[in-house]
């Protein structure tokens, strides 16, 4: 049968309506179990009901609208992302992925389509790890990867935890086993996000088919020299810290243009201590994020990095150490689902390009456990994270073009 075409307009006039529920400031601040979460929350169930799907939340509150298939025996195919921001982010990022994906479910329902899958339209809570700063908790947590540990020692920065938070918000937290989804049950999942980079507005590509989401390693890097008088201490006899600091970030530099295969690693923060015009640096400590479409990109990076910052700090007479303190493996989306991707934007006449995901997604944690893949769409300049975050509504309606038809090729 023929679909009808996805809406521009209605999805603009949703993310408007979500942007709202947000605390005072620029952008959109919307953490998980808040008043703003609340009213989002609402709003979401209620634009499901009216779709006619059948709601529930899970244990966690991530929102899972039903439409039941003419199969009972056969596993859901679901779409959707989280509504939960970072502080004073965009109205676009996550978000988007929801209301395009309520807007599929209204498109199937006014074209009269007979699923033979059960269709789900999930939105997800605390992608971001704002709050209980653990990301990707909602995602983590249909996957079956959330302990019951987990929701006494996640807390937030006043002390409460993921449990107590939960249960105030009126949920059931200490149901996390019926949250956890199989692939019995749950087929696949597609998601639809900004790219919040800016590679497609670059290339004047409307669809990123993403074949994967890059592997992330999280350290701390320590300097500790001697902070001595900045006027009375001759060059040659100081412990400066920043110095072989310094040259350190600049070879962190060097090693990851060398490799130049998707790899890229920032320093994105450094303290310096004691941080006066007239002492020097005693102790210096900067934090490396390092992200690689490939594992063996990053182990080959990490050793040498360590064996670099050994080698300088002894090089300047100082003390160093490399201290991880988050990780994550690169992770490949179903190629079943990605060249339905492919070829729906093709069927489709929008241009398209297959992209790596440079940010973590709820979706890298579902692949565990069912087949998944990821539709994005252009961001204005790359921005995201940011109240400047844009991408055009039409963009945005082809995306969810596009997930309609993944959706019904995977129903067959």
């Known amino acids: 049968m023929t679909l009808q075409q996805a809406r521009a307009d209605r999805i603009e006039e949703e993310l408007w309506t979500l942007s709202r529920f947000s605390v005072e400031g620029p952008g959109v601040t919307r953490l998980t179990y808040t008043p703003e979460h609340a009213a989002a929350r609402e709003v979401i169930v209620a634009a499901m009901q009216r779709t006619g799907l059948s709601v529930h939340e899970d244990a966690l509150g991530n929102i899972i609208g039903r439409r039941e298939g003419s199969d009972p025996a056969l596993p859901a195919i679901a779409f959707g992302s989280h509504f939960d921001s970072v502080r004073n982010g965009g109205m676009f990022d996550g978000t ?3 209301v395009c994906a309520l807007e599929a479910a209204r498109v199937l ?7 033979r899958h059960p269709l789900e339209v999930i939105a997800i809570v605390e992608e971001e790890g704002t709050r209980f700063s653990s990301g990707m908790l909602g995602g983590r947590a249909i996957a079956g990867l959330v302990s019951d540990a987990d929701l006494d020692t996640l807390v937030d920065e006043d002390g409460v935890t993921v449990r107590e938070a939960a249960t105030a918000f009126g949920l059931e937290p200490g149901e996390l086993r019926a949250a956890a989804r199989t692939r019995d049950d749950l087929r696949a999942f597609i998601e639809l996000h ?3 980079g800016p590679i497609l507005e670059q290339e004047k590509v409307e669809i990123g088919v993403v074949t994967g989401i890059v592997g992330v390693r999280a350290f701390r890097i320590t300097v500790d020299g001697r902070s001595d008088h900045a006027g009375t ?12 600091a310094a040259l350190m970030v600049r070879e962190i530099n060097r090693f990851v243009n060398e490799i130049a295969d ?3 690693a920032t320093v994105g923060h450094l303290t310096v201590t004691p941080g006066g015009l007239n002492q020097v640096p005693g102790g210096v400590e900067f934090t490396l994020d390092l992200r690689s479409p490939h594992e063996e990109s990053i182990r080959l990076l990490v050793d040498r990095i360590e064996a670099m910052v050994a080698e300088v700090a002894a090089a300047a007479g100082v003390e160093a150490a490399v201290n991880g303190f988050f990780a994550l493996s690169p992770v490949g989306l179903s190629p079943v689902v990605v060249d339905r991707v492919r070829e729906a934007a093709s069927e489709l006449g929008f241009t398209h390009r297959d992209i ?7 979706s890298m944690f579902i692949a565990q456990i069912t087949d998944v893949g990821m539709v994005f769409v252009a961001s204005r300049a790359g921005r995201s994270h940011v109240p400047e975050e844009w991408s055009d509504f039409d963009d945005l309606r082809k995306g969810t073009d596009v997930v309609l038809r993944v959706v019904t090729a995977l129903d067959r």
């Open 262 to 264: 998707g790899t890229v």
């Open 356 to 362: 790596t995901s440079g940010a973590g997604h709820d």
């Open 194 to 196: 900004i790219e919040q």
């Open 96 to 98: 988007a992925g929801v």
């Open 233 to 244: 201490t001759p060059m040659h006899l100081r412990q400066d810290a920043l110095v072989p």
């Open 109 to 115: 329902q006014e074209s009269g389509y007979v699923n």
